[in-house]
């Protein structure tokens, strides 16, 4: 089994910072991408940023900038620095990852629980 648990969202003031944690945990062979989504009320889920194991980013528009996501492979958790955040923000932010359980079964796509970020004006 594998599991995704985030951590750090919160209640913060416009312009303030948050840092998210995604830690991986379970039968993990290889985990290829790591990344995080947003989901505010009313609205589809969106990407938010992903990294590659290879170093690759992809951020969204709106983030760019403001937020970086970094990585470290020996824990196998994903990090989500928010900086000048804004109400726009404010959303349930999610980890997502492709990992590898063993080399018989296919990479899938894991989610996390989910932890809600509010950014007040």
């Known amino acids: 089994q594998v599991q995704l648990v985030e951590s750090g969202g919160g209640l913060v003031q416009a312009g303030g910072s948050l840092r998210l944690s995604c830690a991986a945990s379970?039968?993990?062979?290889?985990?290829?991408?790591m990344g995080w989504y947003r989901q505010a009320p009313g609205k589809q889920r969106e990407l938010v940023a992903t990294?590659?194991?290879?170093?690759?980013?992809n951020y969204t528009d709106s983030v760019k900038g403001r937020f970086t996501i970094s990585r470290d492979n020996a824990k196998n958790t994903v990090y989500l620095q928010m900086n000048s955040l804004k109400p726009e923000d404010t959303a349930v932010y999610y980890c997502?990852?492709?990992?590898?359980?063993?080399?018989?079964?296919?990479?899938?796509?894991?989610w996390g629980q989910g932890t809600q970020v509010t950014v007040s004006s």
């Open positions: 990294l590659t194991s290879g170093g690759s980013t």
């Open positions: 997502n990852a492709l990992i590898r359980k063993s080399y018989y079964q296919s990479p899938k796509y894991y």
């Open positions: 379970g039968s993990i062979l290889t985990i290829y991408v």
